[in-house]
């Protein structure tokens, strides 16, 4: 069992920045494939970027590609993704997940969620 708590979320302006946080909990947190995923309104939770065990394989969704980064830092448990040139589509709630099974870019593929933080871009 794997704990996920994300914070950073908040109120921005377009073309701004936020640093989105994911503190772990439970097994050893450098077994897990980590990921981000997002939910807006009324749409359906979609990939955002994914990282590997020791970070060296990123994948992002194209809309996101050159703007968002993610990273980890497995001796503090804990996955971000940086988001700058932040646009009003990027609105929604961001979840972060965690899989131990593969390395993976659906929801199919994560086995633990948190709670979501909400990311609010104002044109």
């Known amino acids: 069992q794997v704990q996920l708590v994300e914070s950073g979320g908040g109120l921005v302006q377009a073309g701004g920045s936020l640093r989105l946080s994911c503190a772990a909990s439970g097994r050893a947190f450098s077994s897990y494939v980590m990921g981000w995923f997002r939910q807006a309104p009324g749409k359906e939770r979609e990939f955002v970027a994914a990282i590997s065990w020791g970070g060296g394989t990123t994948d992002y969704v194209d809309s996101v590609k050159g703007r968002f980064t993610i990273s980890r830092v497995n001796a503090v448990n804990t996955v971000y993704l940086q988001m700058n040139s932040l646009k009003p589509e990027d609105t929604a709630v961001y979840y972060c997940?965690?899989?131990?099974?593969?390395?993976?870019?659906?929801?199919?593929?994560?086995?633990?969620w948190g709670q979501g933080t909400q990311v609010t871009v104002s044109s």
């Open positions: 997940a965690a899989s131990l099974r593969s390395y993976g870019l659906r929801t199919a593929d994560y086995d633990y």
